[in-house]
């Protein structure tokens, strides 16, 4: 089975704070995303990754960024947290190839006071 | 126009009642069609994954696709409480890089 983990469940944090959320999966997959999901505006993919070091904005990538230095590891960044992004992060993979089905993370619940 | 329309419910149907969930789609283009499930205070699971029009069966689980009204449907037979979570479906076509996501359906199945 596809482990896709995200390294918190429930997060705090301040306003102005870099934020980072963590993604691993453990299938070899060279794609992974990450979407924020928001009562009545679903999925929205902020950022994407198709291999190592390699990255592209998804629809929402304003105040975000991403690093991919492994390829199991997908990290997405907050750079100066602001109330609008409190929200529930998830994390997802697929294995090269488009139209592949996505395997997601539990989630990052994300407040920011 | 968003390119996937999905009523957001709440739906709410006794158990062993036969459920029919439903998207519409603007793009003609899109061409693999999936449905994921969410239960609470987790992430989607994908439940179904379909190409071209058609019906799918999986158990109780039913996906149909049909193309030329840009619609796609999952039933759910004989509903349990287990069943109740928010649905959603997913599209996509062979040159996308990314998939596009319903807002979700949000599904009670009353004992």
């Known amino acids: 089975d596809v482990k896709v983990t995200q390294s918190s469940r429930y997060l705090v944090k301040r306003t102005g704070e870099k934020v980072f959320l963590e993604c691993v999966q453990d299938?070899?997959?060279?794609?992974m995303f990450w979407y924020r999901q928001d009562p009545g505006l679903g999925l929205r993919l902020i950022y994407f990754?198709?291999?190592?070091?390699?990255?592209e904005k998804g629809d929402i990538p304003e105040g975000y960024s991403v690093s991919r230095e492994k390829k199991e590891r997908f990290s997405l960044i907050l750079e100066s947290a602001s109330t609008n992004q409190t929200s529930m992060y998830l994390c997802?993979?697929?294995?090269?190839?488009?139209?592949?089905?996505?395997?997601f993370g539990d989630g990052t619940r994300l407040s920011i006071l | 126009q968003k390119e996937v329309e999905q009523d957001p419910g709440p739906l709410s149907v006794p158990e062993g009642a036969i459920v029919s969930l439903n998207c519409t789609y603007s793009n003609s283009a899109f061409q693999y069609f999936m449905w994921y499930r969410q239960y609470s205070r987790k992430g989607p699971e994908l439940l179904m994954y379909?190409?071209?029009?058609g019906n799918k069966e999986d158990g109780r689980f039913t996906a149909q696709v049909d193309k030329s009204s840009k619609y796609i449907s999952l039933f759910i037979r004989d509903s349990q409480p287990s069943d109740s979570a928010t649905y959603l479906c997913?599209?996509?076509?062979?040159?996308?890089?990314?998939?596009?996501f319903g807002s979700g359906t949000r599904l009670s199945i009353r004992p």
């Open positions: 379909t190409y071209s029009s």
């Open positions: 990754s198709y291999d190592v070091k390699m990255k």
């Open positions: 299938m070899d997959h060279e794609n």
């Open positions: 997913a599209i996509t076509y062979s040159s996308a890089s990314k998939i596009i």
């Open positions: 997802a993979s697929h294995y090269r190839g488009n139209n592949q089905p996505q395997h």
